[in-house]
């Protein structure tokens, strides 16, 4: 290489040249256009179970645990399919909206009241008709 010295006494350098005032920022500026907004992507697990309903709590609890783990996973999202069928995939959690807006955390098909996430959330529905 003919020029060894780092990037940084470079930059200085070429600062220093331009201006004589070393107190002048860096060259390289902001970008102009503005990030990207942040997408959903989906991950998807494979394991083992004797039958769907085995298949169907088992999936359950690594969503829960997944969730526990790392609180940006989107629980209402979690599905599940057969491994080579990805097309028939069946929501997980129920996910009913509720008048403030809340979405029930309960497991789908689950009979009685829809209830909003944490202790005493707010519980909306027919309840056990």
């Given at each position: 290489?003919r020029?060894n010295?780092?990037?940084?006494?470079r930059?200085?350098?070429?600062?220093?040249?331009l201006?004589?005032?070393?107190?002048?920022?860096a060259?390289i500026g902001?970008?102009?256009r503005?990030?990207r907004p942040?997408r959903?992507?989906?991950v998807?697990?494979?394991?083992?179970?004797?039958?769907?309903?085995?298949a169907r709590?088992?999936?359950?609890?690594?969503?829960?645990?997944?969730?526990l783990?790392?609180?940006?996973?989107?629980?209402g999202?979690?599905?599940?399919?057969?491994?080579?069928?990805?097309?028939?995939?069946e929501?997980?959690?129920?996910g009913?909206?509720?008048?403030d807006?809340?979405?029930c955390v309960d497991?789908?098909?689950h009979?009685?009241?829809?209830?909003?996430?944490?202790?005493?959330?707010?519980?909306?529905?027919?309840?056990?008709?």
């Amino acid at each position: 290489m003919r020029d060894n010295r780092s990037p940084y006494w470079r930059q200085r350098r070429a600062v220093e040249a331009l201006s004589g005032n070393r107190d002048t920022g860096a060259l390289i500026g902001p970008p102009r256009r503005p990030s990207r907004p942040r997408r959903f992507f989906t991950v998807h697990l494979g394991f083992t179970a004797p039958g769907k309903a085995d298949a169907r709590e088992l999936a359950v609890g690594y969503a829960e645990a997944l969730s526990l783990l790392r609180p940006e996973v989107a629980l209402g999202a979690a599905a599940l399919s057969p491994a080579d069928a990805w097309q028939r995939a069946e929501r997980l959690f129920c996910g009913a909206v509720g008048p403030d807006g809340e979405r029930c955390v309960d497991v789908a098909d689950h009979p009685g009241f829809h209830h909003a996430p944490g202790p005493g959330g707010l519980g909306w529905g027919d309840g056990d008709g």
